[in-house]
């Protein structure tokens, strides 16, 4: 590791000195924060967090190393890294390189050694703002806030149509049984059912989910219309989580909008919640900072049960927006948000949070099991 120095400018007018600790050179995105005390290879591979410039609340990140089985996309996608104290040295068994090494060669600007407590309660106080994170040491502070204040707000950006596939494909990788058991375990069905995922940026461990629970899993693009998802002949539609504003993300929410005349079951997690929501004509609105996290507490409306989650949106469902057939099933106790919601007499639902455990408690796994007999249902 070098001793290069790297700034983290606000559009506040704020700047963080710390150590270099990824790749070299200058990057913009919005600033959130991300309380989970593990997972941070899972967040950085997430495609939902294209985009933002991402501190981790907990003081030691990257103890653990990297390893290729919790890639959850084909590389990094956040926009900026920001730690109280990066690893340089892990020690695990499975870990085949260091945090900063992949951060270096992922071309992920990444800071060190700055106070983030401070930083996580300027987030919480003023709320999600833009930033600059830079390790060239030729820009001057007032030029880094300078092109902070310059940035697009993410509200009103589509930043989900393109980060997924470009094509079509079979997802053919061996399921989780062996890891979720029983968790997600359902009576075996007539056939095997075809799910086609419509792909906003999701994760790889919703693929294997969905393939442990006995699916054919066929991805499709955010622009694929309803005629051609048809053509595939689905026995159920899963809708991804991804990044950016949902609102602005047209052509996937009139898709959806079609499909909620079907039969056919429709399962969305996280911007799929935030469509399958707007599609039935409801409205959606910028949180103040977002929740990001693997420790969130929502309740089941359906029987009061709570279940602890990973969570990473900056957007939520108003539910008072949900028309007379649809109805708010879950909600975050930590500030009452909507946090998923059911249609009263067709099988489609959706979730704000990410059910999936990667990374996360695995107490929403059962999600999977309900979207299974949804599907199985209609053999």
């Not at 941070?40 to 030691?60: A, C, F, K």
């Amino acid at each position: 590791m070098t001793d290069a120095i790297a700034r983290l400018a606000f559009a506040d007018g704020s700047v963080f000195r710390g150590r270099s600790v990824g790749a070299e050179g200058t990057s913009a995105g919005e600033a959130v924060f991300n309380t989970g005390m593990t997972g941070y290879q899972e967040v950085l591979t997430d495609p939902s967090y294209r985009g933002q410039i991402v501190t981790m609340t907990y003081p030691e990140i990257g103890n653990y190393g990297i390893n290729p089985a919790d890639m959850e996309s084909d590389a990094s996608r956040v926009a900026g890294f920001v730690m109280r104290d990066c690893c340089d040295v892990p020690s695990n068994f499975r870990s085949v390189e260091s945090l900063p090494a992949f951060l270096r060669r992922s071309g992920i600007v990444a800071i060190d050694g700055v106070d983030t407590r401070a930083i996580t309660r300027k987030l919480r106080d003023s709320g999600a703002m833009n930033a600059i994170l830079s390790s060239d040491a030729a820009i001057a502070d007032a030029a880094l806030v300078e092109q902070a204040r310059r940035q697009p707000s993410m509200a009103g950006l589509d930043l989900a149509s393109d980060v997924g596939t470009r094509a079509a494909y079979e997802w053919t990788e061996p399921s989780s049984a062996e890891t979720f058991g029983s968790a997600i375990a359902c009576d075996p069905p007539k056939r095997e059912p075809h799910v086609v995922a419509i792909d906003l940026g999701i994760k790889r461990n919703i693929l294997r989910l969905l393939r442990s629970c006995g699916f054919r899993v066929t991805v499709v693009p955010a622009a694929t219309s309803a005629a051609e998802i048809r053509r595939l002949k689905p026995d159920g539609v899963f809708i991804s989580n991804g990044p950016g504003d949902p609102a602005a993300v047209t052509r996937t929410i009139a898709t959806v909008r079609d499909l909620t005349g079907d039969p056919t079951p429709l399962f969305g997690i996280c911007l799929g919640h935030q469509i399958l929501s707007l599609a039935y004509g409801a409205s959606t609105y910028k949180l103040k900072f977002g929740h990001r996290g693997a420790n969130h507490p929502i309740k089941r409306l359906s029987d009061g049960a709570v279940e602890i989650a990973s969570h990473n949106h900056g957007f939520a469902v108003d539910p008072a927006t949900l028309p007379a057939d649809v109805k708010m099933s879950h909600v975050n106790l930590n500030d009452g948000t909507c946090a998923g919601i059911a249609h009263v007499s067709k099988p489609q639902f959706s979730v704000q949070y990410h059910p999936e455990a990667g990374p996360g408690p695995a107490d929403p796994l059962y999600l999977f099991r309900q979207f299974a007999s949804a599907v199985a249902a209609r053999l």
